[in-house]
């Protein structure tokens, strides 16, 4: 089946460095991808959608100057938090789908950031 | 607008008895309707899924049908196992000039032994 892999699993830094993380699609060409936050015990809350090869497009209310998104090619993203401060700390899921007209999405298995 | 409501929780039961999780959704257009699964610390997993209107989607003795007249997708199952302990998560996806999927808050699930 589709895989989608997330990289680092966790990640602690301290405040004011910025943290990148990755995402792959390992065994599909996924045109786009998507970044989502989740906050204990809530839902996922879209941050911006990628297509590859284009700027992402950011949800209301998500600073795009903050959270850098690249989709350098169709099996990776990446996901740059500049400046971080503790209140950044999350846990950020990325999504890809796949080429195609299928709605489904494929989910990496997060990334637990903690800034001190 | 596109929305997802779905029961809170926490929802306790003991092994063997049966699972309802009502989720309900609101959405211009046709959605398609997912069940995602999420066990403590790990990423979202498609448990099962939807397209179209009286479709009924099933996986691991999970079932949901796609209810347009009631624009309903809830999730049963006959018989909770200790291991169906986690979050539950009812989406629906839609391409409304871009392609958007929009989550319920979750439902916690412990099933005790």
């Known amino acids: 089946g589709a895989v989608v892999s997330q990289h680092p699993s966790r990640v602690i830094c301290k405040s004011g460095t910025s943290v990148k993380i990755e995402c792959r699609s390992l065994d599909f060409q996924a045109t786009t991808m998507f970044w989502y936050r989740q906050f204990p015990k809530q839902s996922l809350m879209l941050m911006a959608t990628?297509?590859?090869?284009?700027?992402?497009?950011?949800e209301q209310g998500v600073e795009k100057d903050k959270f850098l998104i690249n989709h350098a090619s169709l099996t990776l993203s990446t996901l740059t938090v500049t400046s971080a401060h503790p209140e950044d700390s999350s846990f950020y899921i990325c999504?890809?789908?796949?080429?195609?007209?299928?709605?489904?999405?494929?989910f990496g298995p997060g990334t637990r950031l903690t800034v001190t | 607008g596109n929305s997802v409501t779905q029961m809170e929780g926490p929802v306790t039961l003991s092994e063997e008895a049966f699972l309802t999780i009502n989720c309900t959704y609101t959405a211009t257009g046709y959605p398609s309707l997912f069940w995602y699964v999420q066990y403590p610390g790990e990423g979202l997993q498609l448990l099962l899924k939807a397209t179209k209107a009286d479709d009924k989607g099933s996986n691991k003795g999970f079932e949901a049908t796609y209810r347009k007249e009631t624009t309903s997708f809830h999730l049963e199952k006959g018989s909770v196992q200790v291991s169906d302990s986690a979050v539950y998560f009812c989406a629906l996806s839609v391409y409304t000039g871009g392609f958007k999927t929009i989550f319920g808050a979750g439902t916690r699930l412990f099933v005790k032994a």
């Open positions: 999504s890809a789908r796949a080429t195609g007209v299928s709605y489904e999405q494929y």
């Open positions: 990628s297509n590859e090869g284009s700027k992402a497009t950011y």
